[in-house]
């Protein structure tokens, strides 16, 4: 099946620095990324939708100059947090749409990031 | 009002019993229906999947979609401890072509327990 390769699964970073997150689509090539974000026993919160070659659509107030994404192959996403703040320590996840109507959408493992 | 509402539990019940979660909705739509299993610091992963109303039936795992009322279900039979999970459920829109529109609206998932 469908599989969806996040990495890192756990990143600590100080405060100020930025933070590379990548999505993989292992086996198929994935027109549509989405990237969400989720607090503790919260459900998973859009924060943009990207599609190969394009700039990322945000959801509204997901600071875009912030939370950088690059969909830059059919295969692979990153998200990039500039300029982390502990207000930004979360769990990250990836999720990936194929050309042919994946109505699963094959989500990533996650990142979980801790800004200190 | 929310898109999406999903009674967040906790639901706690013994090994065997069946279990029903349900949500509900209010975007007319609202088109393909799906359930996610997610374990503790994991990525959702797929269930079930339904497109418009009807059941669907996967092993243990049965999912009711009622556009009528607004309302999905999924019903797991026999329960394992194993079941024991945060369950989410996510609704799509449809695009003219019939293909899952792109941005899935999550419930804020309901915590499992299911205990030996």
């Known amino acids: 099946g469908a599989v969806v390769s996040q990495h890192p699964s756990r990143v600590i970073c100080k405060s100020g620095t930025s933070v590379k997150i990548e999505c993989r689509s292992l086996d198929f090539q994935a027109t549509t990324m989405f990237w969400y974000r989720q607090f503790p026993k919260k459900s998973l919160m859009l924060m943009a939708t990207?599609?190969?070659?394009?700039?990322?659509?945000?959801e509204q107030g997901v600071e875009k100059d912030k939370f950088l994404i690059n969909h830059a192959s059919l295969t692979l996403s990153t998200l990039t947090v500039t300029s982390a703040h502990p207000e930004d320590s979360s769990f990250y996840i990836c999720?990936?749409?194929?050309?042919?109507?994946?109505?699963?959408?094959?989500f990533g493992s996650g990142t979980r990031l801790t800004v200190v | 009002q929310k898109e999406v509402e999903q009674d967040p539990g906790p639901l706690s019940v013994p090994e065997g019993a069946i279990v029903s979660l349900n949500c509900t909705y209010s975007n007319s739509a609202f088109q393909y229906f799906m359930w996610y299993r997610q374990y503790s610091r994991k990525g959702p992963e797929l269930l079930m999947y339904t497109y418009s109303s009807g059941n669907k039936e996967d092993g243990r795992f049965t999912a009711q979609v009622d556009k009528s009322s607004k309302y999905i279900s999924l019903f797991i039979r026999d329960s394992q401890p194993s079941d024991s999970a945060t369950y989410l459920c996510a609704m799509s829109s449809t695009n003219a072509g019939g293909t899952s529109y792109g941005k899935l609206t999550f419930g804020q998932g309901t915590i499992l327990t299911v205990h030996p």
């Open positions: 990207s599609n190969e070659g394009s700039k990322a659509t945000y």
């Open positions: 999720s990936a749409r194929g050309a042919g109507g994946n109505y699963g959408y094959t």
